[in-house]
């Protein structure tokens, strides 16, 4: 039986060609769900969305009860042992660090708060403020030891927010519960966040999947069309403040303490959805010199950019991972 808080939206019986049933849940501050062409299929939805309500106890901030809230407690004045997949998460989050020369950085929480943007209260912090916030950020700060699975940090302060990855990270976890049981499904955490497991739905095209322009939010820039692929997008039109005539993004340069305003928008598209959540965000700071340095070295990735006062989307990266087009409208 479906629980409570499931919602499936479709007729009692199994659907004919051309329908799709939807199975969500609300988790992570948005709505995770699984578009199936099966009925047969929902239970094991069910238990993918139950991966997805267990990682977030495990990684929220926003829960005292959490294991990262444990490490950020204690991890300043001992190791703390963690959990194996998130000692793996970790690990994987300062080697992209380190690929995006700190434009992905899983330690920016104090600059976040200090730009009022934690609570979604946007503020401007004196250079001061932002001086001694940058003091406790920074990944290479974290100490990962591999022999004990355990994490320590160098500094007080310093604090680990998954946010930035945490999304994609539990819809690659949902997939791996489905592996083997659903040939065919589309993931999705909120409306930035997809993967698609399989050639889509009965016409087997793939699974086609709207991109929203970063400016104008009534239209549309691109299509897409996913086979066993992922795809995240990052952009500052749902969060942000203006100031004196200044729009001021929730997504912060970690490099350099303030909010990035380089891109209007970006998309990535690779097999991993943690991987397209966090090179989303990093290409959104870096901009374009940094998408197209990181497609050279990791040929699996293709970046759609709208940079900054530009009306022309750009491609960079591999083509052939996926159907995109770019629409005039």
């Known amino acids: ?75 300043a004045a001992e190791p703390v042992k963690i959990d194996e997949s998130l000692f793996a998460l970790l690990c994987q989050c300062a080697e992209l660090h380190r690929e995006t020369g700190g434009a992905f950085d899983i330690t920016s929480g104090p600059l976040t708060r200090c730009w009022g943007f934690f609570r979604r209260q946007g503020r401007i912090p ?52 489905l592996k083997g049981r659903v ?28 991109i929203r322009h970063p400016v104008d939010c009534n239209r549309r820039m691109a299509t897409v069309r996913l086979y066993d692929a992922a795809l995240s997008t990052s952009g500052g039109e749902e969060q942000f403040f203006v100031h004196e005539g200044r729009r001021y993004g929730h997504i912060i340069d970690p490099r350099t303490g303030a909010p990035s305003d380089r891109v209007s928008g970006v998309t990535v598209i690779a097999r991993s959805a943690a991987v397209c959540d966090a090179l989303s965000t990093a290409f959104f700071v870096g901009g374009r010199e940094l998408a197209e340095r990181y497609c050279e070295a990791h040929p699996d990735v293709l970046v759609l950019m709208l940079e900054s006062g530009s009306c022309e989307p750009v491609l960079l990266g591999n083509r052939a991972l996926c159907e995109v087009e770019i629409l005039d409208e």
């Not at 499931?6 to 609300?26: D, K, Q, W």
């Not at 239970?43 to 009860?65: M, P, T």
């Not at 916030?133 to 004990?148: I, N, P, T, W």
């Not at 065919?184 to 999947?209: C, Q, T």
């Open 183 to 210: 040939r065919n499904v589309l993931l999705s955490g909120g409306s930035s966040s997809m993967l698609a497991m399989g050639s889509g739905d009965y016409k087997r095209e793939g699974w086609l999947v709207g």
């Open 1 to 75: 039986m479906l629980r409570r808080r499931e919602f499936l939206r479709a007729v009692p019986r199994l659907p004919r060609e051309g329908r799709l049933l939807h199975v969500h849940r609300r988790a992570m501050a948005c709505r995770f769900e699984a578009t199936l062409p099966e009925r047969r299929a929902v239970g094991s939805a069910c238990a993918a969305l139950d991966e997805v309500d267990r990682l977030e106890a495990q990684l929220s901030v926003f829960r005292e009860s959490s294991e990262v809230s444990f490490i950020n407690r204690r991890a």
């Open 126 to 177: 004196g250079d001061a403020e932002i001086t001694l916030a940058r003091q406790s950020v920074g990944s290479e700060k974290m100490l990962l030891d591999c022999e004990s699975r355990s994490i320590m940090f160098v500094c007080a302060g310093l604090e680990i927010n998954l946010g930035s990855i945490g999304k994609g990270y539990a819809l690659d976890r949902a997939a791996s519960v």
